[in-house]
């Protein structure tokens, strides 16, 4: 299949904690300087480290999941993001094989659909000549994915970066197109959910023009982008990711409610509908003349004081309710359409009440892992049996739920998880983040 669009890459690692994503904002942000329009993407679901490469490329980034995603919706996002681009930068997820039964949704498995090549960090703290091997092994280990050059992070000097470079060459044949070394001016703190988000740094642009000087000075920019393919998946429009679920939606905006697909929310306008934002955190109702109310995930629990004081807010959600508009929460969202919220101190905050539900941080525990969900009534989401795929990552429990649950959930394996969420009329909710119908 011939190449389409403008040429791309991946930057990936051996493991998370490489350094990949700072690397990725640093070489965006250097080559966007350059005068390059550069796309951005993210493999697998996450919400957090796209909102950083948007403010490295200063354009939206979106997220490419080969298991979440139909063949269609995938090759579409692909094919825009080739059209309007000099150039194509991913961020990979966790390790590059890293992923779902036989590698889905991993890197390598884009890598391999996408024939993007990679570009592999490696973390040379306390490694020398073992570089090679790893970078040999992850080379060969699947012959579909092109491995075809290294940065090697947390160098110690001229001296190391030779050796790994001479190490890298000797056993692959690959080359290294940098030697960064480390710099404790560059972090990117973090919280439970993983990094703490782009909107809430308060020198974000600072940290990342360093990253690209940082980048500029140590890696061969022009070497990388002779790397760079186009992408050889065939575009083939799905209508990609979920129906709207309103004609006018209110969506909820602000770092309480900070995790929405930027492709998801312009493909709903693609297809016609309207969408207001609204910041709960800021004590504002969603627009009277909505339709739909949309609550993504987020942080609640660390606002769930300010958030149970917003009298403005909660009133605005139940008269939407109350007026049959659609309401419907995700995670973070679902908990706040809840009767209580119990944060991580214990202390209980009432929510909109909208649905009987309690959640709790007092206890946390991880759930985390893509899903596989059949609706099992009709809801705002669409029909009973219409089938979704999603992801869950959070560490609330549902300390009582009543109702009608909205999902038959299932694990990527489809080892069955039982039922999930809550629908109430037009009102709806889960701790699954949907990404594409089935």
């Given at each position: 299949m011939t190449g389409t669009g403008a040429p791309g890459l991946i930057i990936a690692a051996p493991a998370s904690g490489s350094g990949k994503t700072l690397i990725t904002l640093g070489l965006v942000r250097a080559l966007a300087l350059q005068g390059h329009r550069i796309a951005p993407f993210k493999t697998g679901p996450d919400y957090i480290d796209p909102a950083f490469l948007a403010a490295a490329a200063a354009r939206a980034c979106v997220n490419l999941d080969t298991w979440a995603m139909r063949p269609a919706t995938l090759a579409d996002l692909v094919r825009a993001l080739g059209a309007d681009a000099d150039l194509v930068v991913g961020e990979g997820v966790m390790g590059l094989f890293d992923g779902g039964p036989g590698g889905a949704g991993s890197t390598a498995e884009l890598a391999a659909r996408s024939g993007w090549p990679v570009v592999l960090v490696v973390d040379a703290k306390g490694m020398g000549a073992s570089a090679g091997a790893l970078v040999a092994g992850f080379a060969r280990h699947r012959p579909d994915v092109a491995v075809a050059g290294v940065i090697a992070n947390r160098v110690r000097g001229a001296r190391h970066g030779a050796i790994i470079a001479a190490a890298c060459a000797d056993a692959a044949g690959i080359g290294m197109l940098g030697a960064l070394p480390r710099d404790d001016a560059l972090a990117l703190p973090s919280r439970h959910l993983g990094l703490v988000q782009a909107a809430e740094h308060t020198a974000l642009e600072t940290l990342i023009e360093r990253a690209a000087d940082w980048i500029a000075a140590h890696v061969d920019l022009a070497g990388l982008q002779a790397l760079a393919r186009p992408a050889r998946i065939a575009a083939g429009y799905a209508g990609t990711g979920l129906v709207p679920p309103g004609q006018r939606i209110a969506l909820a905006q602000d770092p309480a409610f900070a995790f929405s697909y930027a492709a998801q929310i312009a493909a709903w306008r693609q297809a016609g509908a309207a969408i207001a934002t609204f910041?709960?955190?800021?004590?504002?109702?969603?627009?009277?003349?909505?339709?739909?109310?949309?609550?993504?995930?987020?942080?609640?629990?660390?606002?769930?004081?300010?958030?149970?004081?917003?009298?403005?807010?909660?009133?605005?959600?139940?008269?939407?309710?109350?007026?049959?508009?659609?309401?419907?929460?995700?995670?973070?969202?679902?908990?706040?359409?809840?009767?209580?919220?119990?944060?991580?101190?214990?202390?209980?905050?009432?929510?909109?009440?909208?649905?009987?539900?309690?959640?709790?941080?007092?206890?946390?525990?991880?759930?985390?892992?893509?899903?596989?969900?059949?609706?099992?009534?009709?809801?705002?989401?669409?029909?009973?049996?219409?089938?979704?795929?999603?992801?869950?990552?959070?560490?609330?429990?549902?300390?009582?739920?009543?109702?009608?649950?909205?999902?038959?959930?299932?694990?990527?394996?489809?080892?069955?998880?039982?039922?999930?969420?809550?629908?109430?009329g037009r009102v709806a909710g889960s701790f699954l983040h949907l990404i594409d119908q089935v």
């Open positions: 910041s709960p955190l800021a004590d504002q109702a969603p627009d009277e003349g909505a339709d739909a109310v949309v609550l993504p995930g987020g942080y609640p629990e660390l606002h769930a004081g300010r958030l149970a004081g917003n009298a403005r807010f909660l009133a605005g959600l139940c008269a939407a309710a109350a007026r049959g508009a659609t309401v419907y929460g995700e995670c973070g969202g679902y908990m706040v359409l809840g009767e209580t919220l119990i944060d991580g101190a214990g202390a209980r905050h009432a929510m909109a009440g909208l649905l009987p539900l309690v959640t709790s941080f007092a206890a946390p525990k991880l759930h985390l892992g893509y899903r596989q969900a059949v609706a099992l009534s009709g809801s705002p989401l669409g029909k009973a049996g219409t089938e979704f795929r999603g992801h869950e990552f959070h560490y609330a429990t549902a300390v009582s739920r009543g109702g009608a649950p909205l999902f038959h959930v299932a694990d990527a394996e489809g080892r069955r998880r039982g039922d999930e969420g809550i629908v109430a």
